[in-house]
């Protein structure tokens, strides 16, 4: 396929762009990339976000970033991680919880403190570097959910450990954003940090722990009684949206609380629910890699000072998670800490809000901003390969053994 | 469920809203009014659609219609008639065409006439009233094909002619509209129009008639050799897209590329495909259709001569298109015609669009604007029960004999 079904269909502006033109162009670039990665023997996730360069600002110039392509993506990864949480057991994931405190916890300080001194020895101002330290914290742990997702490898410890250890992340980060903006406003507030801090873990704790109790008697009911056609979809839609919603209200990012809802809901809804909703994510997954491409700015290279500065914090943000969290799992040996480690390597929409943020507060230098896009994007695109390094050799379920010999 | 729920995530300005909040409180609504509907023997559409102007600026103002309603709405109604193509069968649609153009002409004609000759009576300019004419033209064919999917009904008789006629109707408004507005801009092109009818009608043709053979080749060659997971329906999204983004290229409302897009991969496509698809739809048509209601405004009451206006419109708008489009499909009988001219009642996007278009040409007063958009709201919501008690007592493939004659 050539370019021009795309092309006849642009008319100049890219403002101007029917729904339905943004629809085919987002979505058919991410599938016609991820086809192509599939058979170069890449993951086909890599397509996808690539698929968002092409498009984006810096190559083609047929879509930029907006408010549509942010719903878009915003609903991909709600979806995604809904999807995630159905795939998985809340029994499991708090028998790990233990490992998953300790990779959440140092896959924060350990990033934290490698932005902070790298920019620091870079000879940036202190803040600067308390915020470029910040952006290194939150994984987006999307990226990851996808490519295990794909391989249908979720049921495995280490994916249990990185889905755990992204919840504790989540909630460090956004603390830590909390206390690194109210710092830089001049305006401390322990007392509501500490608040916040509360209401978030009890609600993960409550919801985790006795979520799919309560859940399950009500979903048995519902079944029975509603009248409307697809009501059990209808209230794990509903279920969904208010976990997410709640979510944000105690503190703590929406896709947790739609990781916590799939996983509450995953015993109780019948078959038909996952399929319908597996409808959904599938539509909407490849907006949200897209998207990350999108953010993606050609200019930056022009500046060779960014250029140096990203070829440093690319590593550093890169290592810096893998050994970090890698750390907090080497009880369970070195295969699935290297796993756990390759897991949390990816970055998204959380480095942009800090960025944002940071900018916002005069405490980020328009430089730093780029190159913190652009560290979220190389690593959003290295970490499907790696994970799928970490997890060679590894049987999926409807893969023969010869099969698995040839990729060996 | 009281409104507590709903009330606590909201925090004031209805612009400040995340995400999720807005997911929550339009689909929460919608499903949970359409639960109560149905008890009380009701279409569970109406309650949709009323869930919207509960939510919307005139009833509890939690919800304003904006980008991100009208984005969610039209990705419904794109999807909807997606589905409805799914299950119907191009060749049965083309038996019937010699009935849908007679009730799509008759269907715009008469309509166009009785509220031209209406305004023109009440004293109004000539202009203003041309533009009321082309308002009450389109069906707005969602809510028709919504009521029919939800009781199974899309392979009556009825329903294809009505499915048919929706193209045609489809056509000549958007035609009329073109023509009407460059009247009022005074510059018209009759070649122009010439030249977009032919293509309009060549595309339609085309597709509907070899479309189907097309595809078939292609989704069986494409279902073996692809790489990526459910490349099927990734390749059925991609073939949606294109075909509403060149149906709006030649002339034609993207909703008529997307039916014409699952007709012509309903035989071709796995039963999978049709289960994600339909996953998709469920979530967002409860969005197309509380955003009707959201455009509902109390304050066109305050204005008396509004009001009565509106008792008047509102009776021709809907007797208008019973008689004409019934008159087009009474060679099939009179309980097919009601059928058909019940089924053609619902207005909805069109007329906002002839409104907005009249009122920036300065064609319209923004008392005639107001009116068409409450006749729009109160026929999509008078339009289910006419079409369930036009349908009255046939079995739906779920239905024993005996339920039905509890309905009697």
Redesign the interface.
Known sequence: MTHL?FAL?LSGDPEAL????R??II??SA?LL??LC??LGQP?IIGEILAGVLIGPSVLGWVQPD??TH?MA??GV?FLLFRVGLEVEAEELIKLGGTAVAVGVLGVVIPFLAGFVFYWLAGREQMEAVFLGTALTATSVGITAQVLA?RKLLHRTAAKIILGAAIIDDILALLLLGGVSSIANGTVNVGEIALTTLFAVGFIVIVARWGHQAVGEVTRRIGGQ??????E??FA??FL??L??????VGVA?II?AFLAGMAISKSVPP?VH??????T??LVPFFLAEIGLHFRLEVFQDSRVVILALILIPVAILSKLFGCGLGALRHGKVIATRVGAGMIPRGEFCMVVAQTGLALGALKADTYAMIVLMAVVAATIAPPMLHWAFRGVLRPDETLAEVRTIW
């Open positions: 079904p269909l029917s729904l339905a033109v629809l085919l979505f058919g599938k991820a086809e599939e058979r086909g408010a549509f719903t915003s609903l709600l794909a509603m009248q409307s056609g697809e009501a979809f209808a839609m509903v949206f208010a997410a919603a709640l979510s944000e209200k929406a609380g038909r399929d319908l909703a597996h409808g959904v599938e539509l």
